[in-house]
T-cell receptor
Framework: EDKVVQSPLSLVVHEGDTVTLNCSYE??????LLWYKQEKKAPTFLFML????IEKKSGRLSSILDKKELFSILNITATQTGDSAIYLC???????????FGKGTKLSVKP | GAVVSQHPSRVICKSGTSVKIECRSL??????MFWYRQFPKQSLMLMAT?????????EQGVEKDKFLINHASLTLSTLTVTSAHPEDSSFYIC?????????FGPGTRLLVL
């Protein structure tokens, strides 16, 4: 059965801290791994990873994939209160490519 | 690029009425769109996969006669909640596929009184 597991489920840090969010996956036919940020509305796309070892970076956020260990991490440096959100990891599964989501990591950044 | 819109963003209706939610890909064509439902503090739950020009594929436990999906064009899919009941109150989100990535609409918050 295809599945995605995220850890930790919740995390509380102070502004300026660096955080690492984890995502492990098992999928029959791996195509890509996706990270999303969800605040009060629908998820917004952050990264798509398809190749091992190649870091994707956007500002203070970065992510990397390890296809051998079936694992990805999302790093956020110098966190700000605006980074508070639920971060979702997902991978396409099934014949129609519907996303298999992890339960998410709820990040709270305190001032 | 890759913008998905939903309309309405919020709707309140009486029990027994039907509600239509539209999902549009604004700057790309999407042969496949997905409909999700999310309850408070829970993850997204896939309801159905909508394919342009063919019948939608529903996930187990989702009533196809209650949640009617129409994907009439490459940029528009609609979800109609028929004979809505208070337990249908939820956050409905659509997404559209582009190059192996799914882009989400902003969601529609439905409240059935």
């Amino acid at each position: 059965e295809d599945k995605v597991v995220q850890s930790p489920l919740s995390l509380v840090v102070h502004e300026g801290d660096t955080v690492t969010l984890n995502c492990s996956y098992e999928v029959t036919n791996f195509r890509s791994l996706l990270w999303y940020k969800q605040e009060k509305k629908a998820p917004t796309f952050l990264f798509m990873l398809t190749s091992s070892g190649i870091e994707k970076k956007s500002g203070r956020l970065s992510s990397i994939l390890d296809k051998k260990e079936l694992f990805s991490i999302l790093n956020i440096t110098a966190t700000q209160t605006g980074d508070s959100a639920i971060y979702l990891c997902a991978t396409p599964g099934g014949s129609q490519g519907n996303l298999i989501f992890g339960k998410g990591t709820k990040l709270s950044v305190k001032p | 690029g890759a913008v998905v819109s939903q309309h309405p963003s919020r709707v309140i209706c009486k029990s027994g009425t039907s509600v239509k939610i539209e999902c549009r890909s604004l700057d790309f064509q999407a042969t496949t769109m997905f409909w999700y439902r999310q309850f408070p503090k829970q993850s997204l739950m896939l309801m159905a996969t909508s394919n342009e020009g063919s019948k939608a594929t529903y996930e187990q436990g989702v009533e196809k006669d209650k949640f009617l999906i129409n994907h009439a064009s490459l940029t528009l899919s609609t979800l109609t909640v028929t004979s809505a009941h208070p337990e249908d109150s939820s956050f409905y989100i659509c997404s559209a596929s582009l190059l192996e990535t799914q882009y989400f609409g902003p969601g529609t918050r439905l409240l059935v009184l």
